[in-house]
Nanobody
Framework: QAQLVQSGGGLVQAGGSLRLSCTAS????????MGWFRRAPGKDREFVSY????????YYADSVKGRFTISRDNAKNTVYLHLNTLKPEDTAVYYC?????????????????WGQGTQVTVSS
């Protein structure tokens, strides 16, 4: 069973940047794709970004497109989310997740394993 351990996050002023990391261990499935989601206070979990196993294909929610960048280093079993030009509305707990369902997946129920979550707080 895969375990996903997240790091990064924290408090930043609006316009600032952060990088989130998610490192996998104990994988038994080949070539999983990865996604990032977030949950803001009082809101449902929201899709943020997706990356295929090869890294060739990425997909973003409209709310973060052009500001966030997803990447991965399979040699390190790690996926990253670079958060740039942060806004107060980006404040949320961010989660990485793994899926073997093909194609870009924005539905959290299509992801099997989840990281522990990391808080991102953007002050105005």
């Amino acid at each position: 069973q895969a375990q996903l351990v997240q790091s990064g996050g924290g408090l930043v002023q609006a316009g600032g940047s952060l990088r989130l990391s998610c490192t996998a261990s104990g994988r038994t499935r080949s070539r999983p794709a990865m996604g990032w989601f977030r949950r803001a206070p009082g809101k449902d979990r929201e899709f943020v970004s997706y990356i295929s196993w090869s890294g060739e294909f990425t997909y973003y929610a409209d709310s973060v497109k052009g500001r966030f960048t997803i990447s991965r280093d399979n040699a390190k079993n790690t996926v990253y989310l670079h958060l740039n030009t942060l806004k107060p509305e980006d404040t949320a707990v961010y989660y990485c997740a793994e899926t073997v369902v093909g194609g870009p997946r924005i539905n959290p129920y299509e992801y099997d394993y989840w990281g522990q979550g990391t808080q991102v707080t953007v002050s105005s």
